[in-house]
């Protein structure tokens, strides 16, 4: 089975802190996704990376940026924590039959 | 673009009754489509797919989609509702550059 993790489960910041959210996969999987989920709004991409070192601005990327060193492993980066931002953020990967597997998510809060 | 209309955001349903999620989508070309399962505090979870092949798609646990290209439709179906079915659900299509698109979601409540 596919499992891609996420580094926290639940997390709480200051406006205006750099914010790391980690996401790892086992798959080997090229393609992976980071999205927000807001209420009503269903999930939303922000950034997609569909190679080592290869990313692509998704839907809504202001305020974010990826880094991705190493297949298995996509970050997701808040350079100044804004309280807008307060979300839950999913990671996940892609199947070469276009599934997306998830990762639990990360609620976070920015105060 | 292609995209996908949740025509229900809530669905209450008692136990063993069926269970009828209601998707639209709109898309310029043959579509994928997908419905994900979230429970609570949990990632999203693949049901089932679409891909041209066989109209009617099993997915787990007992649901089932139906592909009708004339009313770009694709409804999500259960005989008899668990209470374990209580969550949110996502219809997403695929767009053509291989990324998706979700739904606004459907909560579904099983009352006992």
């Known amino acids: 089975d596919v499992k891609v993790t996420q580094s926290s489960r639940y997390l709480v910041k200051r406006t205006g802190e750099k914010v790391f959210l980690e996401c790892v996969q086992d798959m080997d999987h090229e393609n992976m996704f980071w999205y927000r989920q807001d209420p009503g709004l269903g999930l939303r991409l922000i950034y997609f990376?569909?190679?080592?070192?290869?990313?692509e601005k998704g839907d809504i990327p202001e305020g974010y940026s990826v880094s991705r060193e190493k297949k298995e492993r996509f970050s997701l980066i808040l350079e100044s924590a804004s309280t807008n931002q307060t979300s839950m953020y999913l990671c996940?990967?892609?199947?070469?039959?276009?599934?997306?597997?998830f990762g639990p998510g990360t609620r976070l809060t920015v105060l | 673009a292609q995209s996908v209309t949740q025509l229900d955001s809530h669905v209450s349903v008692s136990e063993g009754t069926p269970v009828l999620l209601r998707c639209n989508y709109s898309?310029?070309?043959?579509?994928?489509l997908f419905w994900y399962v979230q429970h609570p505090n949990k990632g999203l979870q693949l049901l089932l797919k679409y891909t041209s092949a066989a109209t009617l798609v099993k997915g787990i646990n007992g649901f089932e989609a139906e592909f009708k290209k004339s009313e770009t439709s694709f409804h999500l179906t259960k005989p008899s509702a668990h209470m374990s079915d209580a969550a949110e659900y996502f219809c997403v299509v695929n767009r053509r550059d291989y990324k998706l698109s979700f739904g606004a979601g459907t909560t579904v409540t099983v009352r006992a």
């Open positions: 996940a990967s892609r199947t070469p039959y276009n599934e997306q597997f």
């Open positions: 898309s310029s070309y043959s579509p994928s």
């Open positions: 990376s569909y190679d080592v070192k290869m990313k």
